[in-house]
């Protein structure tokens, strides 16, 4: 316990919230997050009529926080209810519940009574769920609709880290809500889910040939618009660094489209000068928003500048390279192989740093680094995924997990860190329903995800966070951007 406090703390410190210098210069590049939005509304017009009637999302009564709770209505009247009707107390299951030998029966009410009483005994007071009216730290939540929204503290996307206290590990708290995408669901699977990185903004991409940009509020997630790409099924589609821009790559395709948001327009990069491959599917943006990575074939990384997009130069692994990722801090590329070896590369001088075996591993799958650079974990086609401390993958050749996560059966193909480095999300996109929720740093699968119901997420093809961790989406082959509120977490 003491070292998993320790590690929280750390955690936190990495954390911190954003100077103020950051957040003037994100004002002035979008002019506010409001701003943002309403320029990418405007471009929707422009160029798409956002058609559809929107959803009139359901209204909850609310009650003020001194008001007392008001008396629920029976949802019907059972006639024969109403007639007095002694019960039997000495039948064996309610022997019990009787509070002396001379009890034999009790009336229909005095039996309700006393069985409330039991249960609020054995829960040690009424639980906040059977409260109506109850208040939230979020918001006032009623579990079984989902009609209110997290309006107030999750209008803005400002850090409200520091005021959150550590996430517990075993059950997390988590709300489903209306798909992302639920005003333009797609009928093919989708390839990608990401959140914009300043606004409260997702974005969807897949098979059916659109990127579509929804504003988040967990009850409506209005549309905002939609961008078809003529005979380009889209592979995966990644916003820049500042999130003026989106970069998508195409399922059979050697060129690639950009799309800038501020400016309204789409831009067609038909081929790089001196890259040979016939087929551009899988890259990475730089954190620092300086660099784009393409994997290439024969075991080829292309590293092109993201300002011109032009070849800077090109890294060369033994086996086929399967995935990669930068660090943090942009100055390192760590990719995996299906002969089960990671490469760290220093992306300056282009040359590799280390090669280590994935313990374990006959092929890796994916691979992803924590936002404090405290971990490294990958993942193989066995389904299990390793999580490393990210020093000793710089400086051993055979470095020993912290913990393999060997709740996947099938392939793991998503490795996703939340901003705060307290969940990891794995998935495997050959099995219906396997995504698992690992708490960090006690890396323990959380119990209560996704939950009994079978087939409520199919198969998962992408993940990604909100910026603070206040959602959590799921891209899946049926053309749904699943969403899922993370009440630990106060902000978007």
């Given amino acids: 316990m003491k070292e998993e406090e320790e590690l929280r703390t750390k955690h936190l410190k990495a954390l911190a919230d954003k100077p103020e210098t950051d957040t003037i210069l994100e004002e002035l590049v979008f002019g506010g997050e409001d701003e943002f939005v309403e320029k990418l ?8 009529t956002v058609s559809g009637d929107l959803l009139e999302s359901d209204s909850e009564e ?26 039997e107390m000495t039948h064996r ?43 939230k730290r979020i918001s006032k939540e009623d579990e079984e609709s989902e009609e209110e929204n997290d309006d107030n503290l999750l209008s803005k996307t400002g850090n409200l880290l520091s005021q959150s206290s550590y996430l517990s590990k075993g059950v997390i708290q988590i709300r489903k809500c209306i798909n992302a995408n639920h005003e333009r669901l797609s009928r093919v699977p989708l390839t990608t889910v990401q959140f914009h990185p300043l606004a409260q903004v997702v974005m969807t991409a897949g098979f059916d040939r659109s990127v579509s940009l929804f504003q988040v509020d967990g009850k409506r997630n209005q549309k905002i ?18 999130g003026e821009q989106v970069i998508a790559t195409g399922l059979r395709s050697k060129m690639f489209y950009i799309y800038d948001m501020m400016g309204g327009n789409i831009i067609t990069v038909p081929r790089i000068r001196g890259l040979e491959e016939r087929v551009i599917q899988q890259f990475e943006v730089s954190p620092n928003g300086s ?56 992306v300056r001088s282009r040359q590799c740093l280390n090669k ?29 995924v390793n999580i490393y401390n990210h020093e000793d993958c710089l400086q051993q050749t055979n470095p020993r997990p912290l913990k ?26 050959k099995t219906d329903d396997a995504v698992k929720l690992v708490h960090i ?15 409520s997420i199919h198969l998962p093809r992408a993940m990604d966070f909100s910026p603070r961790s206040g959602y959590f989406s799921i891209a899946n082959n049926k053309g749904e951007a699943l969403l899922y509120r993370l009440k630990h977490y106060s902000d978007f």
């Fill in 41 to 48: 509304i405007g471009h929707s017009k422009a160029r798409h």
């Fill in 62 to 87: 609310e009650t003020s926080e001194n008001a007392a709770p008001l008396a629920r209505k029976p949802a019907w009247v059972d006639e024969e209810d109403e007639h007095e009707e002694n019960i």
């Fill in 93 to 135: 299951y309610r022997k019990d519940i009787m509070k002396s030998k001379t009890e034999t029966a009790l009336s229909k009410e005095k039996l309700q009574a006393r069985l409330q009483e039991q249960f609020q005994k054995a829960m040690g007071g009424v639980p906040s769920w059977a409260c109506q009216g109850s208040k």
């Fill in 225 to 242: 618009q939609s961008i078809h790409l003529e005979k380009f099924p889209i592979y995966k589609a990644q916003f820049s660094a500042d």
């Fill in 291 to 346: 660099f784009l990575l393409l994997n290439g074939s024969a075991g080829y990384l292309h590293l092109l500048s993201m300002k011109t997009k032009e070849l800077i130069g090109s890294m060369k692994m033994n086996g086929k390279s399967m995935k990669a990722v930068f660090s943090p801090d942009s100055s390192k590329v760590f990719s995996n192989s299906d002969d089960g070896f990671v490469y760290v590369w220093d």
């Fill in 356 to 384: 280590f075996t994935d313990e374990g591993s006959i092929c890796g799958t994916s691979i992803a680094l924590s936002r404090d650079g405290r971990y490294i974990s990958c993942g193989s086609n066995s389904g299990v």
């Fill in 404 to 429: 393999a996560i060997m709740n996947l059966v099938t392939s793991a193909s998503s490795i996703i860190f939340n901003p705060q480095t307290e969940i990891m999300a794995v998935a495997s996109n």
């Fill in 441 to 455: 740093p006690s890396f323990s699968v959380f119990s209560n995800f996704p939950g009994q119901n079978k087939k």
